[in-house]
């Protein structure tokens, strides 16, 4: 069955850096658009950003645009969040999604 997995979350101070990684499997990765979202405590889970099939990226909150980016790597069915300058506004669960399906997410904390 189609499964997302992901990893890399944990505690950051603020300025730092962390990458998330999403590994799919049960469907053909490479075909298939990724995307990653956010949960903030008390928040509605938001879109961060999405990678088509043909590599075309989007970063959807300008509070991140420029700091993350997304990639992927079709040869290890895993698509990639990589996170700089990290603020405490970015603490929350991130999730990773393909075709409706959602990985268990991946707690990121951002604080001194």
């Known amino acids: 069955q189609v499964q997302l997995v992901e990893s890399g979350g944990g505690l950051v101070q603020p300025g730092g850096s962390l990458r998330l990684s999403c590994a799919a499997s049960?469907?053909?990765?490479?075909?298939?658009?990724m995307s990653w979202y956010r949960q903030a405590p008390g928040k509605e889970r938001a879109l961060v950003a999405s990678?088509?099939?043909?590599?075309?990226?989007?970063i959807y909150p300008d509070s991140v645009k420029g700091r993350f980016t997304i990639s992927r790597d079709n040869a290890k069915n895993t698509v990639y969040l990589q996170m700089n300058s990290l603020t405490p506004e970015d603490t929350a669960v991130y999730y990773c999604?393909?075709?409706?399906?959602w990985g268990q997410g991946t707690q990121v904390t951002v604080s001194s």
């Open positions: 049960g469907f053909t990765f490479s075909s298939y658009a």
């Open positions: 990678i088509t099939s043909a590599g075309a990226k989007y």
């Open positions: 999604e393909s075709r409706g399906v």
